[in-house]
């Protein structure tokens, strides 16, 4: 059972609140501070990449992301509703950068998670892609 | 926190002191001012990162998009960092092998290779 | 449509991750920064209200926060599932005093609330109690 | 911010500096510390809220709590506190009437009312 759970509307000023969320509830978990940056920014793609992929599908639904801490781990899973199909490849950015365009790409975030979080696992299908990382709790202080 | 930008020129350098969180929501105004400035005929763009606290992957797109920009015009966009956590971002994804980054604004006003 | 909601175990630390977000959240809608510091005092205390009768009925379902803005007014709602009878009265505290303890008494909190905020409504009933806050935006900054 | 509590003795007085946040979350914190006192004979309290930063019911509770105890004692629980918005609470609630209020902890060691 999730811990803490935030919903919002795509919209990108609340990927700001998501991340503030995540290094909060991070931190209260008991998270080391060395990856409390570390899980901020994951989120915050994750979030931002959901929400991108719901308003470039014009799918209105709430973004949920779920934080829990069980067996000395904080698990963070982030979901779209943007159906199956919404890209979740991880490009090669090095070899993208010529194409690569300010213009949205779902993948570039998820490269960005792939190379910071070592535990983290993308499933897509329907109703949309579910993101779920996890670090490892040195203490747990409360939960 | 909010994004900052303030723009100073350095011979034929244009100088962008970046402060604040480039994220999903502050990005399009870098965005805006990148195109502004390549629009007046800004082709050397430096860009000051010192000051960022927080860049996601919105952020380095928009850079990226910049630098497309500027090469379209046989220009050039350098960047000014050395944050470890912000370099970090540049090295996971890559992009330190596509963007010259200085450690001083100085270096690279006056970088030509 | 709640722009932002959060749900949290009925635990007191999750009381701070509540106030924490009403206050970014009420920011970013555009509330007068006067009001923020009543806004998260009196979310705080509604949520702490909802854990605390959540708590001593023995019921762990999760604490639901929502946060919308519509209409140039931020609205607040916190729902627990304590069903009907968790008080709801807010007793005259100054009446109270002599009989009170500082064990937790759900109507204290209540108390602040509608001392605080001029707009508010509570009903209770089955599934449990809503505490429905609601302030004035003096600008719409971003949705 | 987590809670800090600090106690001394001016004479018969024992102050209690207390600084950060008294919520839900800390509030047994200071109970515990105003049980502790009042167990080892200390019936006359001066509570230093200069630096809360925060005070829910909670926190109202808990030093209603006290000084119920140190009243069963003869004792006396004076508060120190000048911020308006922690004030404000005190004031919503009524508890302006049941608590003594000074402006500084001299003035308080030094009541008698
Ligand atoms: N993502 C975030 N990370 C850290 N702090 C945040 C975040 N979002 C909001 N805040 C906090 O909320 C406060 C209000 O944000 P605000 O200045 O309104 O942002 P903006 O100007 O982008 O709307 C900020 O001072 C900051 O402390
Ligand atoms: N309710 C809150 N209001 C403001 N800031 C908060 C709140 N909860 C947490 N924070 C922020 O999160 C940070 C981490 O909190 P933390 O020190 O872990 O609290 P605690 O010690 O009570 O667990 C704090 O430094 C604070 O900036």
């Known amino acids: 059972m999730p811990t803490v759970e935030l919903s919002f509307t795509p919209l ?7 991340r503030l969320i995540a290094s909060t509830v991070g931190r209260r978990v008991g998270l080391d501070e060395s990856l409390v940056d570390e899980v901020r920014l994951a ?28 067996d000395g781990m904080f698990t963070v899973t ?45 499933t897509s299908g329907e109703p949309g892609t579910v993101v779920r990382m996890r670090w490892p709790l040195s203490s747990s202080v409360s939960s | 926190m909010d994004l900052s930008l303030e723009t100073r020129t350095e011979g034929d350098r244009t100088v962008v002191v970046v402060g604040g969180e480039i994220d999903v929501y502050t990005a399009p105004k870098l965005r805006e001012q990148l195109i502004d400035l390549v629009s007046s005929g800004a082709y050397h763009l430096v860009v000051d990162m010192e000051s960022v606290d927080f860049l996601d992957s919105t952020g380095l797109g928009v850079l990226v998009g910049g630098l497309k920009r500027v090469r379209a015009h046989e220009g050039s966009l350098r960047l000014v960092c050395t944050q470890e956590r912000i370099l970090k971002i540049f090295r996971i994804t890559g992009l330190t092998k596509v963007f010259p980054i200085h450690a001083t604004v100085d270096e690279a006003v006056s970088a030509t290779d």
């Open chain 1, 78 to 122: 982030v979901h779209d509703w943007a159906g199956a199909g919404s890209e979740v490849e991880m490009p090669d950015l090095v070899e993208a950068t010529e194409d690569l365009d300010e213009a949205f790409h779902p993948g570039f975030g998820l490269a960005v998670v792939s190379g910071l979080v070592d535990d983290v696992e993308v």
């Open chain 1, 12 to 18: 990108p000023a609340h990927v700001r609140t998501a």
């Open chain 1, 43 to 70: 989120v915050g793609e994750a979030c931002a990449r959901a929400v991108g992929v719901q308003r470039s599908g014009g799918q209105a639904d709430d973004v949920v992301v779920a934080f829990s801490d069980d």
